[in-house]
């Protein structure tokens, strides 16, 4: 309406000849090309009213970033991850700038299935509130870097695993990974197979420790009703609780089959 008014004026004062004559053409040019500028500062005052009762974006990805350094905390936490650096993308859809204004704090649901937060994750962004009641789902990218154990030297299968065959080594994890981030952690367990240098060691290629480890000395019982005898052997096969391992009788270098009951131990039931 501003503009129509000033281009009358301007019409006005262009078709009358007595004040065409006192009319400079300064003024003329200043009339035109400065007053749209003037309509254009009342258009840009009514669009910041419009988006000031509605959703900001910039603060939804913000709060959102921070729901997922926390949940990165956490997971580090409780499964001793030191010194992790994460890397947090957040893809919302540009729809919600013309959602409403949330009155109440903005809520974030996980809609996967992942326990681990690295990779691809999926959360649903919700307004609920007595006046306002939204949601959508927005998608969250994140890699993070930190120290894990890998295999300084080889490790040959069943191999009982020592801290001098591991060392530590800094990786990108983009995807979801049963990773040891710890020396002690490792110590102690088996390789279930052929581990080579420099390979990372997750969770899948380690087995708890025997009872019984090939090569030690172990204690034989006999039992059979209310007798029950026992004498040395030596072990000639890794072995776990109630497995059946081969053992070697000390004094009369025989092999038998035995059940594997406690650390050191085995029994023969006749």
């Known amino acids: 309406m501003k503009l129509r008014v000033n281009m009358l004026k301007i019409l006005e004062v262009v078709s009358n000849p007595v004040k065409k004559a006192y009319v400079s053409l300064t003024y003329l040019i200043n009339l035109v090309i400065l007053l749209p500028f003037s309509v254009f500062a009342d258009n840009l005052q009514e669009v910041k009213l419009i988006n000031s009762n509605n959703v900001n974006i910039e603060q939804i990805k913000s709060a959102l970033v921070g729901e997922i350094k926390n949940e990165i905390q956490h997971y580090s936490d409780i499964h001793g991850w030191k010194k992790v650096v994460p890397n947090i993308k957040v893809n919302i859809p540009k729809a919600i700038s013309s959602l409403p204004h949330c009155p109440e704090p903005i809520r974030f649901t996980a809609q996967d299935n992942q326990s681990q937060p690295v990779g691809r994750l999926k959360r649903q962004v919700k307004c609920e509130s007595p006046t306002v009641n939204w949601r959508l789902n927005a998608t969250v990218y994140v890699q993070l870097t930190l120290p894990v154990m890998v295999a300084r030297t080889l490790i040959h299968r069943d191999e009982l695993i020592t ?89 009369t270098q025989k092999v038998i089959h035995a059940r594997v009951f406690a650390q050191g131990k085995v029994e023969t039931i006749f």
């Open 163 to 251: 801290r001098g065959m591991l060392d530590s080594q800094m990786l990108q994890l983009k995807a979801p990974k049963n990773i040891i981030t710890n020396a002690d952690q490792v110590i102690g367990l088996h390789a279930i197979r052929r581990i080579r240098q420099g390979q990372l060691i997750t969770e899948n290629l380690l087995k708890k420790p025997f009872l019984i480890n090939k090569g030690d000395q172990v204690l034989i019982v006999a039992k059979k009703g209310k007798f029950e005898a026992s004498t040395k052997g030596i072990a000639l096969e890794h072995g776990k609780m109630h497995e059946q391992i081969r053992v070697e009788n000390t004094a």
